[in-house]
């Protein structure tokens, strides 16, 4: 056998078909790697579309979806392929994260209420983007220590808050999209239904793959029902560019500090759910959880998510992270091959070129992303839960969890609650993330842990079990 038989010889690590370091061939490699496409594409191009609409930046739209497919395969390419400190160096897709959207909507309203363009609106997005991937990238030098701040019960409340204000935005596109002329008519509803429904039973299917797709076959559904009800105009495509090119900071470079505040926080969450995330596709890849190879992968991998946030941010593209969904594709494929990740990065950077896509998935009528995103926005929030549910839910750590949820919901439904407030810190505490956040992160500092005192009271209370016991068997006797 060659040397290149050896490395391209499949793995006989467990029941991996091709473990890290080795070396498919082209057509295995290209067949993993649509499939890693298949699984993540509606998560890079969502919250592109949903900016877009709820902000009004209409004409830009397939641009901006061309630089986010264009920056996910950079950022791919990055983190498997490992360019010095930087990147995971595992099979790791990156791409548009939801957890900024919150903060990304709050930052464009903010700049949209003070009669700014969306030019503007991108500009301050974009430049507040850039600012806080710094965050990120300062805590990958010490990712481990963050955890005594960022405990599970900040984290989970986070992301509960991060859910549960996207599935508004859900339920106004299943209506029709805000200021819609036919709102909640019939047809918007069946086309919701048509796309709810179908994720519903393909994520009941037998077949591994098909659930893995099912969000993108129920909006493949949802258009072609939408088509034929005449709902879809691709008139606009001719006037679209050939190629998209990639203009840094096309849009300008502003800041403000009550946008960044938010993204702020929400970076050092991102730096530990991508820990999560990395540590997953460890284990699913059969390498090591814990000792100096797993903290320098870490490490590496949270600093890319950083840069490849200041690179989308550069190149017109909301924060980015590394997603989950991949994990599942090398359980079902056994293919945990690195070198797999540089064909992803490949057609994700081969479609952005094409500005066309763009405009095709911008015709994408409201109720139909309506349709899908409120699966997906439920779902982040009940991740939230999940979260909370690996934590000690004591009563300290369950009041710190109702209150700043309630905090959280409560300015996001009520905001004129804060305007007696300088408008700064209105505008800052208005994001339910923030105002959830510092309010997590504040009780856990001040509040203090009864652990002792808890203990205490349980044996004391077990003591009187037994006494009462003992009294009760003395009175038989």
């Given at each position: 056998?060659?040397?290149?038989?050896?490395?391209?010889?499949?793995?006989?690590?467990?029941?991996?078909?091709?473990?890290?370091?080795?070396k498919?061939g082209?057509?295995?490699?290209?067949?993993?790697?649509?499939?890693?496409?298949?699984?993540?594409?509606?998560?890079?191009?969502?919250?592109?579309?949903?900016?877009?609409?709820?902000?009004?930046?209409?004409?830009?739209v397939?641009?901006l979806i061309?630089?986010?497919?264009?920056?996910?395969?950079v950022?791919?390419?990055?983190?498997?392929?490992?360019?010095?400190?930087?990147?995971?160096?595992?099979?790791?897709?990156?791409g548009?994260?939801f957890?900024?959207?919150?903060?990304?909507?709050?930052?464009?309203?903010?700049?949209?209420?003070?009669?700014?363009?969306?030019?503007?609106?991108?500009?301050?997005i974009?430049?507040v983007?850039?600012c806080?991937?710094?965050?990120?990238?300062?805590?990958?030098?010490?990712?481990h220590?963050?955890?005594?701040?960022?405990?599970?019960v900040v984290?989970?409340?986070?992301i509960i808050?991060?859910?549960?204000?996207?599935?508004?935005?859900?339920m106004?596109?299943?209506?029709?999209?805000?200021?819609?002329e036919?709102?909640?008519?019939?047809?918007?509803?069946?086309?919701?239904?048509?796309?709810?429904?179908s994720?519903?039973?393909?994520?009941?299917?037998?077949?591994?793959?098909?659930?893995?797709?099912?969000?993108v076959?129920?909006?493949?559904?949802?258009?072609?029902?939408?088509?034929?009800?005449?709902?879809?105009?691709?008139?606009?495509?001719?006037?679209?560019?050939?190629?998209?090119?990639?203009?840094?900071?096309?849009?300008g470079?502003?800041?403000?500090?009550?946008?960044?505040i938010?993204?702020?926080?929400?970076?050092?969450?991102?730096?530990?759910e991508?820990?999560?995330?990395?540590?997953?596709?460890?284990t699913?890849?059969?390498?090591?959880?814990?000792?100096?190879?797993y903290?320098?992968?870490?490490?590496?991998?949270?600093?890319?998510?950083?840069?490849?946030?200041?690179?989308?941010?550069?190149?017109?593209?909301?924060?980015?992270?590394?997603?989950?969904?991949?994990?599942?594709?090398?359980a079902?494929t056994?293919?945990?091959?690195?070198?797999?990740?540089?064909?992803?990065?490949?057609?994700?950077f081969?479609?952005?070129?094409?500005?066309?896509i763009?405009?095709?998935?911008?015709?994408?009528?409201?109720?139909?992303?309506?349709?899908?995103?409120?699966?997906?926005?439920?779902?982040?929030?009940?991740?939230?839960?999940?979260?909370?549910s690996?934590a000690n839910l004591d009563?300290?750590?369950?009041?710190?969890?109702?209150?700043?949820?309630?905090?959280?919901?409560?300015?996001?439904?009520?905001?004129?609650?804060?305007?007696?407030?300088?408008?700064?810190?209105?505008?800052?505490?208005?994001?339910?993330?923030?105002?959830?956040?510092?309010?997590?992160?504040?009780?856990s500092?001040?509040?203090?842990?009864?652990?002792?005192?808890?203990?205490?009271?349980?044996?004391?209370?077990?003591?009187?079990?037994a006494?009462?016991a003992?009294?009760?068997?003395?009175?038989v006797?």
């Open positions: 056998m060659t040397q290149q038989d050896v490395k391209t010889a499949p793995s006989k690590n467990h029941d991996l078909l091709y473990s890290l370091h080795d498919p082209f057509w295995p490699s290209s067949f993993a790697a649509l499939q890693h496409v298949l699984a993540s594409l509606v998560g890079v191009i969502t919250p592109t579309l949903i900016v877009g609409g709820v902000l009004g930046l209409g004409e830009h397939p641009y061309s630089m986010a497919l264009m920056v996910s395969g950022g791919t390419f990055i983190q498997c392929r490992r360019i010095g400190p930087v990147g995971a160096g595992m099979l790791c897709l990156q548009t994260s957890a900024f959207l919150t903060a990304v909507l709050s930052a464009g309203m903010i700049v949209k209420g003070k009669g700014g363009t969306p030019e503007d609106i991108l500009a301050t974009f430049g983007s850039f806080a991937a710094f965050i990120e990238i300062f805590l990958s030098r010490f990712i220590k963050l955890q005594k701040i960022i405990t599970p984290t989970g409340t986070i808050l991060i859910g549960i204000p996207l599935i508004k935005v859900a106004t596109d299943i209506g029709g999209g805000f200021g819609a036919n709102f909640g008519s019939l047809d918007n509803l069946m086309l919701a239904g048509i796309v709810l429904v994720v519903v039973l393909l994520n009941r299917s037998k077949n591994p793959m098909v659930r893995l797709a099912a969000v076959i129920g909006l493949v559904l949802g258009m072609l029902a939408a088509f034929f009800m005449g709902r879809l105009d691709f008139s606009h495509i001719a006037s679209l560019p050939v190629i998209s090119v990639p203009v840094p900071f096309k849009f470079f502003q800041f403000d500090l009550a946008a960044f938010p993204l702020a926080i929400l970076f050092c969450v991102s730096a530990m991508t820990t999560g995330d990395l540590t997953a596709n460890s699913i890849s059969r390498e090591p959880v814990s000792g100096p190879v903290l320098n992968r870490i490490r590496g991998g949270v600093l890319g998510d950083g840069i490849n946030s200041m690179i989308a941010a550069t190149f017109n593209s909301m924060p980015s992270t590394t997603f989950s969904q991949n994990n599942g594709v090398i079902l056994g293919v945990a091959s690195r070198f797999v990740g540089i064909y992803v990065a490949a057609i994700l081969l479609m952005g070129l094409f500005p066309i763009g405009g095709v998935l911008q015709q994408m009528p409201k109720p139909v992303l309506g349709g899908a995103t409120l699966i997906m926005f439920g779902t982040v929030a009940v991740a939230g839960i999940r979260v909370l690996q009563r300290r750590n369950m009041m710190i969890v109702a209150i700043s949820v309630g905090m959280g919901i409560g300015v996001s439904t009520v905001p004129a609650v804060l305007q007696a407030l300088p408008d700064m810190l209105e505008n800052i505490l208005k994001s339910p993330v923030a105002m959830g956040a510092i309010t997590a992160i504040t009780l500092l001040i509040l203090p842990e009864h652990k002792v005192a808890e203990e205490s009271e349980a044996d004391v209370t077990v003591a009187a079990e006494d009462d003992k009294k009760k068997l003395g009175e006797g």
